[in-house]
């Protein structure tokens, strides 16, 4: 099956390989939150990437520093079908600890409290992934993302879900 996206400079054919009802696809949308390595195939086009999801992306490890705007390592944040963000981890293998350096969400993006746990799940699932536990999350962008309250909400969080899985 073959659908035409229209982004907005520009239009793309996919083609679909297994092919179902576009509206019966739409009806059972994610709204899962995933963290995209940044050599993910998606991220290839960086101006394709600007065009269908408003999202301008660049992977800075080879920036130098002090021009860094989002990190060393920064991951896009995958909600559903649209890119809301970046991360930006830090793991410490000895301390099994994943801190996040920089948790920044985009200007159009509303920052609910579900998508606020949504976020938080995925980072608590990323951490296990990877033999750790979640740490802190440093700065954020806007400022205040991560208000006082999340920390209260992240010691529940993982007293409910997170013991013994590491």
């Known amino acids: 099956m073959l659908r035409l996206l229209t982004g907005q400079e520009s239009s793309y054919r ?26 993910d ?19 800075e490890i080879y920036t130098p520093a002090a021009k860094r705007r989002f990190g060393y ?7 559903g079908d649209a890119l809301i963000g970046r991360i930006d981890p830090k793991l410490d293998r000895k301390r099994a600890r994943l801190d996040i350096q920089l948790l920044q969400i985009e200007p159009r993006v509303r920052w ?13 699932a990323f951490a296990r992934a990877h033999g750790a536990e979640l ?18 909400e992240q010691r529940n ?3 409910r879900h ?3 899985l590491r």
């Open 41 to 59: 195939n998606l991220l290839w086009r960086r101006d394709r990437v600007a065009d269908l999801f408003d999202f301008s992306y660049r992977w």
């Open 14 to 39: 996919l083609l679909l390989r297994h092919a179902t009802d576009p509206h019966q696809a739409a009806s059972h949308r994610s709204n899962a939150v995933h963290f995209l390595p940044p050599l």
């Open 135 to 152: 740490g802190e999350v440093v700065h954020t962008m806007p400022e205040g993302l991560w208000e006082d309250d999340v920390d209260v």
């Open 73 to 79: 390592y920064t991951m896009p944040i995958l909600a």
């Open 112 to 124: 609910t409290k579900s998508l606020r746990r949504r976020v938080l799940a995925a980072l608590a």
């Open 157 to 159: 969080f993982y007293r």
């Open 162 to 164: 997170c013991r013994g």
